[in-house]
Nanobody
Framework: QVQLVESGGGLVQPGGSLRLSCAAS????????MDWYRQAPGKERELVAR????????YYAGSVKGRFTISRDNAKNTVGLQMNSLKSEDTAVYYC???????WGQGTQVTVSS
């Protein structure tokens, strides 16, 4: 079965960095574009970044462009999100998702606070 396991979240001060990772299994990872979403309390889940199946194409939401970098390793079935210059408004639960597959992991909490 499809499994997505996010990790790497935590508490960080404004301006700090975190790197999230998502381990995928149960599907042909290299055939799917992958997304990172986030959901803040009281808000809808929003798309943060997307990477194409081969890794050559990326998309970023305007709010994170220039600060976040999405990457993937098709040999290891993982997708990462490097987050720099974090702001309080980046506080949310972060989820990875395979585009076209309606499966979600448990997410990883990112809290940006002094």
């Amino acid at each position: 079965q499809v499994q997505l396991v996010e990790s790497g979240g935590g508490l960080v001060q404004p301006g700090g960095s975190l790197r999230l990772s998502c381990a995928a299994s149960g599907f042909t990872f290299s055939s799917y574009a992958m997304d990172w979403y986030r959901q803040a309390p009281g808000k809808e889940r929003e798309l943060v970044a997307r990477i194409s199946s081969g890794g050559g194409g990326t998309y970023y939401a305007g709010s994170v462009k220039g600060r976040f970098t999405i990457s993937r390793d098709n040999a290891k079935n993982t997708v990462g999100l490097q987050m720099n210059s974090l702001k309080s408004e980046d506080t949310a639960v972060y989820y990875c998702n395979a585009v076209g597959l309606d499966y979600w992991g448990q997410g990883t909490q990112v809290t940006v606070s002094s």
